[in-house]
């Protein structure tokens, strides 16, 4: 066993299997590992909140990559949970669009539903919308209570 451990760190590939594993409740996509509440009603904060009693935060979807795994993942497992909206780790503090990791949202993006997010200096937070709502897209929202978000470790 001690070979092949010290092959897999020569060739460079313990750090992959290391972080292809996820936590129980977790699901490996793109790289990360991912929980998916679907029940409840939740602001973003006590979503946040959630997150970080499991060790994660709220997803930072901050590619079109990324997003599609994730919104692939939901639209084949969640079932009607894949019809609901989701809390994500974007908000929006005195205008300025962020991850909660402090990466830029892009606003200019066609990963948002048209017309959103509005240019505003009011709190407000992103969400996911369900496949109904012109494909999962970004809406942004004042701090609804919302059944779904998506945690990320």
């Known amino acids: 066993m001690k070979r092949f451990c010290a092959l897999l760190v020569v060739l460079g590939v313990a750090t992959p299997l290391v972080l292809a594993r996820c936590p129980d409740s977790f699901h490996g996509l793109s790289g990360s590992c991912f929980h998916f509440v679907t029940s409840g009603r939740w602001n973003w904060a006590t979503a946040r909140e959630e997150c970080k ?18 919104s692939d993942f939901m639209n084949r497992h969640l079932g009607e949970g894949g019809s609901t909206f989701f809390w994500v780790g974007g908000h929006n503090l005195k205008g300025f669009w962020t991850w909660v990791n402090g990466d830029r949202m892009n606003v200019n993006s066609n990963v948002w539903v048209p017309e959103t997010p509005s240019k505003t200096t009011e709190p407000s937070y992103a969400l996911l919308s369900p496949p109904r709502t012109q494909g999962r897209r970004y809406m942004a929202d004042i701090n609804s209570r919302i059944p779904g978000f998506i945690c990320e470790i």
Do not use: F, I, M, W
Request: net charge neutral; glycine share 6%; hydrophobic share 45%.
């Open 53 to 70: 009693k499991l060790g994660a935060d709220l997803a930072v979807l901050n590619s079109p990559e990324k997003l599609t795994y994730v």
